[in-house]
């Protein structure tokens, strides 16, 4: 298996523009999860999906991010309009179950607004 | 809510040094709790995985500890070496969330 792949691997935008981030999770994976991750404040959980339906979208900073997933080999997390302060590394991980067997992680994605 | 702490923030050691690392967590009812690896500018690699029920891992020259109703993990790395520079995080899993420690950066010089 490729593993957890995410697309594009960097990203600069302006600001005001709108960004898509993507996820293909492992396959038979049935949960995926979004992290972004940044020095001041780590990583921090955004929305995570079980079975393609968003079990908990607590951590989505505001109303300007938007996720979604599909079907159960494709999720995009979208920012719109964009600001500056949201350039972070976006994470993207899938498990089998809830996270009782563990994680796997993309790549991540750089983004930059300038 | 769970909270993760890692200490210490960073650590420098020569190489061939055993050491070992820690994570203190303060919610016990974890399901299990993994340690990841991030090297600069990359993803999160698995390194262990310990499930509630487990007292430690093993994988070649690391080594993962558990201990639930304390809330601590370690993490020992024997015969340190260079390639072992990262950043290593701690996380643990409950109630459908994983919280992540905001890990211990490594450096092993030649």
């Known amino acids: 298996d490729a593993g957890v792949i995410q697309s594009p691997r960097h990203e600069v935008t302006e600001m005001g523009q709108e960004v898509t981030l993507r996820c293909k999770p492992i396959?038979?994976?049935?949960?995926l999860f979004w992290y972004r991750q940044t020095m001041m404040r780590g990583l921090e959980l955004l929305i995570y999906?079980?079975?393609?339906?968003?079990?908990?979208d607590s951590g989505m900073p505001e109303d300007r991010f938007s996720a979604k997933m599909p079907n159960a080999s494709f999720s995009t997390l979208k920012i719109q309009p964009s600001e500056p302060r949201d350039s972070a590394v976006y994470f993207c991980?899938?498990?089998?179950?809830?996270?009782?067997?563990?994680?796997?992680f993309g790549s991540g994605t750089r983004l930059t607004v300038v | 809510k769970q909270e993760v702490t890692q200490i210490p923030a960073a650590l420098s050691v020569p190489e061939g040094e055993n050491l070992v690392l820690n994570c203190s967590f303060t919610?016990?009812?974890?399901?299990?709790l993994q340690w990841f690896r991030q090297d600069p500018g990359k993803g999160l690699t698995s390194l262990l995985l310990?499930?509630?029920?487990?007292r430690e891992q093993t994988s070649g020259r690391l080594n993962a500890s558990l201990d639930k109703s304390s809330g601590r993990s370690t993490l020992y790395i024997a015969a340190s070496q260079p390639g072992d520079s990262a950043t290593y995080l701690c996380?643990?899993?409950?109630?459908?969330?994983?919280?992540f420690g905001a890990g211990t950066r490594l450096t092993v010089k030649p």
């Open positions: 991980a899938s498990s089998l179950g809830t996270g009782s067997y563990g994680y796997t």
């Open positions: 396959s038979g994976h049935n949960s």
């Open positions: 999906f079980n079975n393609n339906v968003p079990i908990d």
């Open positions: 919610d016990s009812a974890i399901y299990n």
């Open positions: 310990i499930q509630s029920s487990q």
């Open positions: 996380a643990v899993y409950n109630n459908n969330d994983m919280r």
